[in-house]
């Protein structure tokens, strides 16, 4: 069973523009891990925040998260047209990684 | 530091076949995954290995799934007999430390399997 939902489930900016998406869990979580997918490709790491962590940056990167609403946030700042993928949240419990539905950005230049 | 290697990157059978796929993680990482991604979805562990012993197998259909690790190192998984649902993209992933959630999976390009 995916444990996280993303919201929302496709995404369509011009470059220039933030792109915000967000996920929801449903049980308590060691840490969060969002991950991007390039069409016909693997999963690349992007960021993992921590249960203790309330927010975290890398790069254009901004990830919240909020324990308490089961939920976190990912915002890519001034997106570039090479963004154009799938990005899908992941959250990490005891033993294992359970990825979420994902969400397709799209970035037009 | 080269990445996770996956083969075939395609493959296309008719049910009941059998199939298999190979993972080459990258070196040095304990623990080794494979997962399952249906079109529009998220992927979906399917099996975990700890060097070359199983630690979650508990979303594997083993009727029809099977997978080794081979010295703790290569691993394969196989299909027999396929099913139309078992269409979809198997990935591979590695991580360093064993028992992984709380450290970064990474993952080979992926095996896209069609079932006709």
């Known amino acids: 069973s995916q444990q996280g939902e993303e919201d929302p489930q496709a995404l369509s900016i011009q470059e220039g523009e933030n792109a915000t998406m967000n996920c929801s869990y449903k049980t308590s979580i060691n840490n969060l891990q969002w991950y991007r997918q390039n069409s016909g490709r693997g999963l690349v790491h992007l960021i993992l925040i921590r249960s203790n962590e309330r927010e975290k940056h890398s790069g254009r990167l901004r990830v919240t998260l909020d324990t308490s609403k089961k939920s976190s946030s990912l915002l890519i700042t001034a997106s570039r047209a090479a963004d154009t993928a799938s990005y899908f949240c992941?959250?990490?419990?005891?033993?294992?990684?359970?990825f979420g539905t994902g969400t397709r950005l799209q970035v037009f230049p | 530091e080269a990445g996770v290697a996956q083969s075939p990157r395609y493959k296309i059978i008719e049910k009941r076949q059998s199939v298999a796929f190979w993972c080459n993680p990258i070196s040095g990482h304990a623990t080794l995954y494979w997962y399952q991604q249906i079109l529009g979805q998220g992927p979906k562990l399917l099996i975990q290995?700890?060097?070359?012993?199983?630690?979650?197998d508990s979303q594997l259909p083993k009727d029809r799934f099977s997978a080794e690790r081979l010295k703790g190192v290569d691993s394969t998984l196989k299909i027999q007999p396929a099913k139309l649902e078992d269409s979809a993209v198997y990935l591979c992933?590695?991580?360093?430390?064993?028992?992984?959630?709380?450290?970064?999976?990474?993952f080979g390009p992926g095996t896209r399997l069609l079932v006709l």
């Open positions: 992941a959250t990490g419990n005891t033993d294992k990684l359970i």
């Open positions: 290995f700890q060097n070359n012993g199983v630690v979650d």
């Open positions: 992933a590695s991580s360093l430390v064993p028992g992984g959630p709380q450290e970064t999976q990474y």
